[in-house]
């Protein structure tokens, strides 16, 4: 089977800039002839965005605050008048306040709580409520998670409990939007240099030890993530729906460092 997303339509959010896991599946996506639509936050986050859409032939941007319902609407109307339908949607957006990353999480505030479930999680609930009802011949959605949602990692607190959520909601809305021909999947990369990851503590430390250690002795590239997006929102991935696809070198089937990295 070719894996192909000619003629297919698709929102992708979360693109922060060219190295952004985002950006790597938009790429792939567009290389495979999806035709692309973006959301951003911010004038500034648009600014930097605007070049790289319009090099993938897209455009079509939207200003998004995922925690607005008027801004959502205002999103999704105009998606529906300008496409009128929607084949797929990738959702790369999460937020903690990075000084609540570190130390316990047990010293975690209410607010960062909520705000960081509220961002990383439920946006995907409400993303997936408006977009399924633009997929009326079914569809793809895509959201992004980490391996710290169910092992313990230094510097990721809540935001692992905001990815857990994820995962578990990416498995519930699969079973929801099923029978209307909708799969949903999660694509789990292991650690990369990204805007996002180069704002978690010890991030050096972690790229080395993950690329010394993994079975492939490599970190996953944003090539291999977008093409893995490829793949599941593609007629290729009819049958695979509720997964956390991991990309990371195979470094979730470790017990523990490789011989020569023991200490």
Known sequence: ???????????IMG????????????????????????????????KRLEPLAQSV???????????DEASMDAAFAMIKDTW?????????????DK???????????????????TISC????????????????GGTLLTLTYQGSNRV?????????????????????????????IRVNAISPGPMKTLAGAAIGGARKTYKHTEQNTPLRANATLEAVGGTAVYLASDAGACTTGEIIRVDGGFHVLGMPQPDHLV
């Open 57 to 67: 032939g897209s455009s079509m941007m939207v200003d998004v605050d995922v925690t």
């Open 84 to 96: 009128g339908t929607l084949d797929f949607v990738v959702h790369a957006i999460a937020f903690s």
């Open 99 to 117: 000084n609540e990353l570190a130390g316990r999480i047990i010293d975690t505030s209410r607010e960062n709580f909520k705000n960081s479930l």
């Open 153 to 181: 990692t230094p510097f990721y607190n809540v935001m692992g409990v905001a990815k857990a959520a994820l995962e578990s909601a990416t498995r519930y809305l699969a079973n929801d939007l099923g029978p209307q021909g």
């Open 122 to 137: 439920y946006s995907f609930i409400d993303v997936a409520k408006r977009a399924s009802a633009l997929m009326p011949n």
């Open 15 to 46: 693109v922060a800039n060219e190295r952004s896991i985002a950006w790597g599946i938009a790429k792939a996506m567009a290389d495979a002839g999806a035709e692309l639509a973006f959301s951003y936050q911010g004038e500034a986050f648009g």
């Open 1 to 11: 089977m070719t894996i192909t997303l000619q003629g297919k339509r698709g929102l």
